[in-house]
DNA sequence: CGTCAGGTTGATGCCATTCAACTTAGGTGG
DNA sequence: CCACCTAAGTTGAATGGCATCAACCTGACG
């Protein structure tokens, strides 16, 4: 499998070989493993290691002095928890981690050398900066607008097309490894309200969640309910050409964006 | 008046006259000016200059489909609007005056020269971008949970503490220039409840708003109030220098912060 | 003096919270 | 193999924060 991190970087354009020989070795260096509730790094912590999630789920999030707490964001494989930190002085939130995760260090020194000599890398590591921007922005929009309901399925939406970019997903259905607690603190609702909103998608059959691997009978419907506009996630559409080889049983990306012409067979969380 | 964005760029260590003069030049180039309600840019542009607040107050905005819209962020002077835009294919959100504003447009092959060739401004900028985003993060927290009046006092707080790191503050005043659907937009309440919201941050002595004037009798207890933890702004304790000396008649900044020694003085919007 | 944007107030209803209990599934040890 | 335990998920009933709808007030301005 690619590397997450050249595979992530890649998703808008290619990298000059040199390029992906260099990210390759920067994140073969110190590899760090965590477990479910472990976190990597806590708000207050001074710049270190540049983390770069290469499997599993990571979860930033921030707790207020009494108590409550949310999750900012979810982090995939690919992901950066805390590009270019050294130019601050402090976190100023959390990385927690979700489930059994692997994380490459990029040390200081090494991300500068990268920023300043390689200039592709570099532009690709903004362009990550601001797609991640853009998704903060989402979630503000959600809260501030968007009903549980719809914000349930936006997220989910939102996921699955992160997930598929990445090559995660299997036809509709893709791993969902967090607890309906974790999603009602990304979605800022109470757990038992996320709950009643998560049976009315199942309900409308929106979705099917069950043992940690959810299905989207029909994405558009999903996407529709949701009022979700894969625009700002800036995929592209030259998304995922690296394993787009292997992968020849599944439709291309960007098609099945559009349409659910497989809709005919059943929910097969298993293909692939 | 310093260029706002050098002031800005700035604000945690300062730049070789070299870069100074290169900055000066790219913001005097292009300058444009808008009108209240005008946009800058909207949802699906294509990439064009950046463009860099230099005088009024600027709303980052996007609305969904049926109707509905928040405000994701105010960008004040020395502001980027659309930092590194072309490494994305379109804007993903739209940017409106709130104001009369004054913006420097600065062409895309000067902003990658600045990027490319000029190492502490570029480092400026990603320092810029991650304060952004932590802005964004804590939006997002204040949505998911902090009640309503705690993100009213949240948002005054942020406010005042951005002002002043910018030198337009006085006192404990500043300019609120936008009305309050405008903060109900940024708070996700609806106008009505923004205004009882208000109004009993009135009734606690918190907050005092009027023809556009905001003063902040005892910041120390509205942060208490918001739960407010300036930490996620990243000022630095050389915040703000270059008009430290133009500005003897107010207390240092940094000591304003913790103590109301001036209480006994009434409240003076006009002082300075 | 009419108009209009901005601000204020009251009455009513709903979405989401809160509290509390119960179920289910997986794991562990006797 | 059952007893027990715990995390995760589900359900019911009551409460409340905020939205909604609808007036009304105020000051600025031509």
Wanted: aromatic share 6%.
């Amino acid at each position: 499998m690619a590397n997450p991190l050249i595979r992530k970087l890649e998703q808008f354009s290619q990298l000059p070989v040199e390029d992906q020989r260099v990210l390759e070795q920067a994140t073969a260096g110190h590899i760090r493993r965590f477990g479910p509730r472990e976190d990597l790094m806590s708000e207050g912590d001074e710049p270190g290691e540049v983390t770069v999630v290469l499997s599993g789920w990571v979860s930033r999030y921030k707790q207020l002095e009494d108590g409550r707490s949310a999750i900012l964001a979810f982090l995939l494989p690919g992901d950066l928890c805390n590009p270019n930190i050294s130019v601050l002085r402090e976190m100023d939130h959390s990385v927690g981690a979700l489930t059994l995760v692997t994380v490459a260090e990029i040390s200081q020194p090494l991300f500068e050398d990268l920023m300043l000599n390689h200039p592709r890398i570099s532009q690709a590591l903004w362009r990550e900066a601001l797609v991640s921007a853009a998704i903060q922005r989402e979630w503000t929009i959600s809260l501030s607008q968007r009903t549980a309901y719809e914000r349930l399925s936006h997220l989910l939406c939102e996921l699955f097309f992160r997930l598929r970019a990445i090559g995660a997903t299997r036809g509709r259905s893709c791993d969902l490894p967090v607890t309906q607690a974790k999603l009602a603190e990304a979605t800022g609702l109470t757990l038992v309200h996320l709950n009643r909103t998560l049976q009315e998608l199942r309900a409308a059959n929106l979705v099917l969640l069950k043992s940690r691997i959810l299905t989207i009978p029909n994405l558009e419907a999903l996407m529709t309910a949701a009022l979700f506009n894969p625009n700002y996630l800036h995929l592209g559409c030259a998304a995922n050409p690296p394993d787009r080889t292997a992968a020849q049983l599944r439709a291309p990306d960007d098609l099945r964006v559009a349409g659910d012409y497989r809709a005919s067979s059943p929910p097969d969380p298993t293909d692939l």
